[in-house]
């Protein structure tokens, strides 16, 4: 079947060679096609009409001419030759567009599966209303095709990934192939949940989903089975596929060797190593004092993954030369004693400044961010606790499928701060004002756990929640 690149390297090509050409007649041999437009009535709208463009959205063709046009959608097998006017008929040419100059533009299609729509008007806005086009979701180059958009309409679904992405309603133009690959550069097994789906892998989706369809229209499109652009054009990103048709061949990233499955009735490629099953990703955080390492130690003596972010900056911190470096160049040497960073006293000035803040995340963040996304890539298990003291501030909660805050009452987090680090009112108070209002946090989480009072209670709460997040992933 003619994807989108194929669809747009048909309109290029045919943009190339009919434009300002015009018509002398139109000839149907099989009026479905045409949605059972009778031959006269066309005759009578495009009858002297010239072709003065040939849009594209999605896979429809879109022919603009003086006052008419008409939409075209290849479907299966559809492809469009120029012939002249003298060259016999074949059998499977079903629509023919006679022109002035001798030539003829002819629809050529074996099952008959494409169609022709005659429309009154050549106003792009409202030929996008028509039925066909108005029920089409954004093109994967349309700036209405962001994260929340896609995050928001998969995780309405119980779906595969694979068939959501086939889902012309939600992405215009993704086919089979294409979104074969745009999996396995996102990293996503096609048989996961889309509630299983993250904020930053709808990024990854778009990104690779305009990566794929880029390269797909500079090479052409891609030549499988019978597809063939008009005037012999053939595609070559054939030649580039990673995954897709590749069953049996090594991975082009690890060498495994890739497999061949059925998802909703489409044979589907794959990396068994590069594209694991999704876990469920849950987000825990909390502000300074709330007890979020009393759940996080609970979580962990349970036998759950949990990964700690302050662990990953602490080792940074501590190692890393080229993250040292970047914190001597923006923050100066007054901060190391013998080589080694001073994270007490950097710690000082960034907790009363947010600007100097707001610069030691811009450093530390995006790689603690890629170390994150490393180990839940490396690692085999369901459910992945990931604790972060800024999830929501930092943008981390992108990563997880679910949320965790835990709350506690002010008076007492004041009181366990002045216990545990000896901090007075003015610390404390500088402290919590450096993370998000804690009940701004609680809002935003999927789930709240009260760390207000005992901690059987508190542990009574993580257990409830524990039931929840296994069923979760029992159910999928």
């Known amino acids: 079947m003619p994807e989108l690149p194929e669809v747009e390297t048909v309109r290029a090509t045919l943009e190339k060679q009919i434009i300002g050409y015009t018509i002398k007649k139109v000839k149907v041999y099989c009026e479905r096609i045409v949605l059972n437009e009778k031959e006269d009535v066309i005759n009578a709208k495009l009858v002297g009409e010239t072709i003065r463009k040939i849009n594209r959205y999605g896979k429809y063709l879109i022919f603009i001419l003086d006052k008419h046009s008409f939409l075209s959608h290849l479907r299966m097998e559809g492809k469009y030759f120029l012939k002249k006017e003298d060259e016999e008929r074949n059998k499977h040419e079903h629509v023919i567009f006679s022109f002035t100059n001798g030539l003829e533009l002819r629809y050529h299609d074996v099952r008959k599966f494409g169609l022709i729509k005659i ?19 954004p093109e994967a180059h349309s700036l209405s095709l962001n994260a929340t958009y896609l995050f928001n309409k998969l995780h309405k679904l119980k779906e595969s990934l694979k068939t959501a992405l086939l889902d012309q309603t939600i992405i215009c133009g993704l086919g089979n192939i294409y979104v074969d690959e745009v999996d396995f550069l996102s990293n996503l097994k096609p048989t996961t949940s889309c509630q299983m789906i993250t904020y930053d892998d709808c990024e990854n989706i778009i990104k690779n989903s305009r990566l794929v369809l880029n390269k797909a229209i500079e090479a052409g499109g891609t030549t499988i089975r019978s597809y063939t652009s008009s005037l012999g054009v053939t595609g070559r990103f054939q030649l580039n596929l990673n995954v897709h048709t590749k069953a049996g061949s090594p991975c082009p990233l690890c060498g495994t060797i ?3 499955i059925k998802v909703g009735g489409r044979g589907t490629y794959y990396c068994p190593s590069c594209q694991k099953d999704h876990p469920l990703i849950v987000g825990l955080t909390g502000s300074i004092g709330s007890g979020k390492t009393t759940i996080s130690n609970y979580l962990k003596e349970k036998g759950y993954l949990i990964i700690d972010t302050d662990e990953i900056s602490r080792s940074l911190t501590k190692d890393n030369k080229e993250i040292l470096n970047k914190i001597k ?8 004693i013998n080589g080694e960073l001073n994270r007490k006293e950097l710690g000082d000035l960034v907790f009363n400044n947010e600007n100097e803040r707001n610069k030691l995340n811009n450093i530390l ?9 490393e180990i839940i890539r490396n690692s085999s298990d369901k459910i992945i606790f990931v604790d972060v003291p800024l999830l929501f501030e930092s943008g981390f909660d992108k990563l997880c499928n679910k949320t965790i805050c835990v709350v506690v009452d002010k008076t007492e987090q004041i009181k366990r701060l002045k216990l545990r680090d000896k901090l007075n009112d003015l610390d404390i108070q500088k402290r919590i004002d450096s993370q998000m209002d804690l009940k701004k946090k609680s809002e935003l989480a999927t789930f709240i756990i009260d760390n207000s009072q005992d901690l059987c209670y508190t542990y009574k709460q993580t257990d409830k929640l524990i039931k929840i997040l296994e069923g979760e992933i029992n159910h999928d």
């Open 365 to 373: 963040h995006p790689v603690i961010k890629d170390k994150v996304k």
């Open 329 to 336: 160049e923006e923050f100066g040497p007054s901060f190391f």
């Open 119 to 137: 429309l009154d008007t050549t106003d792009m806005k409202e030929i996008l209303k028509e039925e066909e086009l108005n029920k089409l979701g």
């Open 258 to 260: 890739i497999e061949k």
